[in-house]
């Protein structure tokens, strides 16, 4: 019988990510053992489940307003902490690196939801009306949840790539707007015959609206999970992202529903 390998052979090193190179990993570490009595929170610090502020509050007390007991908390001052890496990482970050997030986040999101338009889930167009489930429910999902999967990502493993929340806004509009013009472009040059000069209007402006509207109502989300991990120094939690990202797949859907059901009742107006 031989002996087992060891668990992480010298040579793995090298291929770990970055923020895993030194020694211990304080990404995946949050302080959550007992053990400091009489401490109390000493910044701000939002509840787990109900977001109110426990500052001031002593170590491992159940939330003031809706009793849950959190066990994440602000690590001892001075220790090796989420803080201590994501401070790190901000100082080193300069400006130019979060204007180049935001380009780079936007026109990733823009031609990643362009692959949804082209399985035709954006009405008015002539596939759409065939296919209600298509574009009523999974075009508005593949197509919201694409436009800010870049900045999500982002968010999540590299914070402090966007230096500040209105970059979070502007990356989103972007990748709306490369997005609406792509599909625009496609619509009225390739895919319809003549359209008459009131529907490019309608596609350049109410269209236009739409798709940079839910993408801002998405993007407060992810604005949220951002701010929340850089003013308490903790890992983002992307779950935070769904309320607001289920609210722009839901008025998108409605939309096209709408759609689908003016283009069956007065087909001639989409003519
Ligand atoms: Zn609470």
Redesign the pocket.
């Known amino acids: 019988m031989t002996e087992s390998q060891p668990n992480n052979p010298p040579n793995r090193k090298n291929r770990l990510p970055k923020k895993y190179n030194n020694t211990q990993s304080v990404f995946d570490e949050p302080d959550i053992l007992p053990g400091r009595v009489g401490e109390v929170v000493d910044r701000d610090w939002s ?6 502020n ?1 500052r001031g509050l002593p170590l491992e007390t159940p ?6 007991r ?1 066990w994440y908390r602000p690590p001892p001052p001075g220790t090796e902490s989420y803080e201590s890496w994501l401070t790190q990482c901000q100082q080193k970050t300069h400006q130019t690196t979060g204007l180049v997030t935001v380009v780079s986040c936007a026109v990733i999101g823009g031609m990643f939801a362009i692959i949804t338009a082209m399985v035709g889930t954006s009405p008015p167009g002539f596939i759409a009306t065939d296919a209600p489930l298509l574009a009523i429910f999974f075009g508005p999902l593949i197509e919201e949840s694409l436009k800010v999967a870049a900045m999500a990502y982002v968010i999540e493993v590299k914070p402090y790539l966007f230096k500040r929340r209105s970059q979070i806004f502007a990356s989103a509009a972007g990748a709306a707007v490369i997005f609406t013009a792509l599909e625009n472009v496609a619509y009225i040059f390739f895919l319809m015959r003549n359209p008459s000069e009131e529907l490019i209007l309608y596609r350049w402006t109410v269209c236009f609206a739409l798709h940079i509207g839910c993408t801002l109502i998405a993007a407060t989300g992810l604005a949220n999970v951002w701010q929340r991990a850089t003013t308490e120094y903790r890992q983002p939690r992307i779950a935070d992202l769904f309320p607001s990202l289920v609210t722009a797949i839901i008025i998108h859907g409605v939309y096209n529903a709408g759609i689908i059901g003016l283009q069956r009742t007065y087909p001639w107006l989409f003519k």
Not at 63 to 68: A, I, L, P, Q
């Open positions: 509840c787990d489940q109900c977001g109110a426990l939330c003031r307003e809706c009793g849950f959190n």
